[in-house]
């Protein structure tokens, strides 16, 4: 019998011998006195492993793909010193493919009645909820040649947040609100509803903003000025059925009409507007409502990292009945689901009238950029009939499309890093337009 390790070392310096014998399949392992009686000491001096101590402290939140640390506190009542290694379990999408083992095992000694931190460094691939499973420490012996092993259980969970890339593109649409609203110097008049206040006529001015009454009261011709609405209501509806799981490059369209929301749901705080929300397919997965506007975003991004598509097809007619009870005055309602011609015509078309007779409607729609690039290859073949495919795809995008707007809709679709701002220019613009 070949030995490795640990037992060929022993087998040579101690002269142990060893016999087999295997009467079906049964063995035994003779050794000499010595050893058996240093095996018995260095198993003795091992400190237990059920009486240890294991607490949790650290991250409790983190976006996707940023790291998170959780520091696990192991105390050591017993009256022997701890020599462990450490095994502190997580679900496999806690950490990038690859760097589970490197980032779950820890060597600690802990000298006896004292304690002792190690951490554990996350960086989650997945929305969601994160908990974490059992620490298992094998304890040894000062000779190392036996351990004990045992497990605890130390609960703690870890939310993994939307990452919200398109915060980015927030100061810029800022910028252009501020225009809107009157707030910088520039030839332009924020356009609107709500009367702010007159001024004196300045070349390029439009003149029926002329105030003729106030005019006639001054010897300067004075026009006046508009800001837009504040204090509308705005109702961010995510489908979360089916068409919601398909992936645009390695991202679920979910994901992508999250990130536009929140960039939505941060520029119409900023403008004064309320903002709730609401997630459906066939039930209410998420309901968000009556936040002020410093907690609008925290409250989102806390409700959408539990999100995850539904493989089952959307109820139109249920989403409208609830859009409606959760709006029940004239809002902009902001739909994100996709512009697939089946679920359009089956589904939402025949309700629509429900929700343009009552509210401003906004439709925003992921577009897969890839079969852009299909429509536009050439040079062999397949690219023909992979261009013929792609062109016939887009065709019935824009039918789809035309038929909403006939409605009355307001169709944003755009590829996944262009939507969000895509959809926040839709905003502004009806702002501009006096429309919410």
Known sequence: MALTGRAALLAALGSIPIGIWDPGWTGILAVNGPLAIACACDYALAAPVRRLGLTRSGDTSARLGEPAGVTLTVTNPSNRPLRARLRDAWPPSSWQSGTEVEASRHRLVVPAGER???????????RGDRQADRVTIRSYG??????????????????????FTSRKHLPSKLARLRELDGRTSVLTRGEGTEFDSLR??????????????ATARQTTVAVRTWRPERDRHILLVLDTGRTSAGRVGDVPRLDA??????????????????????AYDRRVRAL???RAAGDVLPSLVNAMAALEPELIE???HGLTATALRTAPRRSLLVLLTSLDTAPIEEGLLPVLPQLTRRHTVLLASVADPHIA????????TESVYEAAAAAQAQTERHRTSEQLRRHGVTVVDATPDDLAPALADAYLALKAAGRL
């Not at 004196?200 to 009454?213: C, K, L, M, Q």
């Not at 009409?257 to 609401?278: E, P």
């Open 288 to 290: 968000v409502q009556g």
């Open 116 to 126: 002792r931190r190690v951490t554990t460094r996350l960086r989650p691939t997945r």
């Open 257 to 278: 009409s999250m990130d536009a929301a929140l960039l939505l749901a941060a520029l119409a705080s900023r403008a004064g507007d309320r903002v709730d929300l609401l």
């Open 373 to 380: 690039r299909m429509a536009a290859a050439r040079g062999t």
């Open 142 to 163: 000062p000779l190392g040649l036996f351990a004990r092993q045992g497990s605890h259980h130390v609960p703690w969970t870890v939310r993994v947040l939307p990452p």
């Open 200 to 213: 004196e006529y300045v070349p390029g001015d439009d003149t029926r903003s002329i105030d003729w009454r």
């Open 314 to 316: 959307t109820d139109a």
